[in-house]
T-cell receptor, first 115, second 112 residues
Framework: ETGVTQSPTHLIKTRGQQVTLRCSSQ?????VSWYQQALGQGPQFIFQ???????GRGNFPPRFSGLQFPNYSSELNVNALELDDSALYLC??????????????FGPGTRLTVL | SQQGEEDPQALSIQEGENATMNCSYK?????LQWYRQNSGRGLVHLIL?????REKHSGRLRVTLDTSKKSSSLLITASRAADTASYFC????????????FGQGTRLTINP
């Protein structure tokens, strides 16, 4: 196990609703990245937080937003949910002192279904 | 868009055989990583190979990297049923955003 936890495990929402997903990073890691993985696809980078600041963003609209807290845990918020937001959402934490991407440690993911 | 492209998309072999998966990428990299994902779960890091390395071993895994061809291969020797999973290559493409860009993965099935 990586020590990265995510909650909830599964979530069902309806179109237009808002959702918050949570991630606790591995002890000592100050960088958290979020990825979206649609069924049968590879993970797609959403954004990354380093020491509570956004440190890069993928090709996702502004209704995808995030936070990182002083303890380095993180939240992913998605507003105005669309059917295509149905996916597995993965967070990953990485080692301090390695700002260049090295090994990332993934949590088990949150499965979001939008009806 | 995907940086890495795995080949084949699916692979089915008998237990005990070797499995080889290939990955091609588009831009220059400083390292390439392989991850495993069991059905719908989180990804597990397998191995990282840096751009100045050509081959790396970890247990039954052997990874090669050819930066001139922008390609990598993952070999799993003496496969086991527990190796059944999806395998992804991932690269940090550089630039300001420190992210991993994944391919679509190879779905490996080990038949008993």
């Amino acid at each position: 196990e990586t020590g990265v936890t995510q909650s909830p495990t599964h979530l069902i929402k309806t179109r237009g609703q808002q959702v918050t997903l949570r991630c606790s990073s591995q002890s000592g890691h100050n960088t958290v990245s979020w990825y979206q993985q649609a069924l049968g696809q590879g993970p797609q980078f959403i954004f990354q937080y380093y020491r509570e600041e956004e440190n890069g963003r993928g090709n996702f609209p502004p209704r995808f937003s995030g936070l990182q807290f002083p303890n380095y845990s993180s939240e992913l918020n998605v507003n105005a949910l669309e059917l295509d937001d149905s996916a597995l959402y993965l967070c990953a934490s990485s080692s301090p002192g390695h700002r260049l991407t090295d090994t990332q440690y993934f949590g088990p993911g949150t499965r979001l279904t939008v009806l | 868009s995907q940086q890495g492209e795995e080949d084949p998309q699916a692979l089915s072999i008998q237990e005990g055989e070797n499995a080889t998966m290939n990955c091609s990428y588009k831009t220059s990299i400083n390292n390439l990583q392989w991850y495993r994902q069991n059905s719908g779960r989180g990804l597990v890091h397998l191995i990282l190979i840096r751009s100045n390395e050509r081959e790396k071993h970890s247990g039954r895994l052997r990874v090669t990297l050819d930066t001139s061809k922008k390609s990598s291969s993952l070999l799993i020797t003496a496969s086991r049923a527990a190796d059944t999973a999806s395998y992804f290559c991932a690269t940090p493409p550089g630039g300001g955003a420190q992210k991993l860009v994944f391919g679509q993965g190879t779905r490996l099935t080990i038949n008993p």
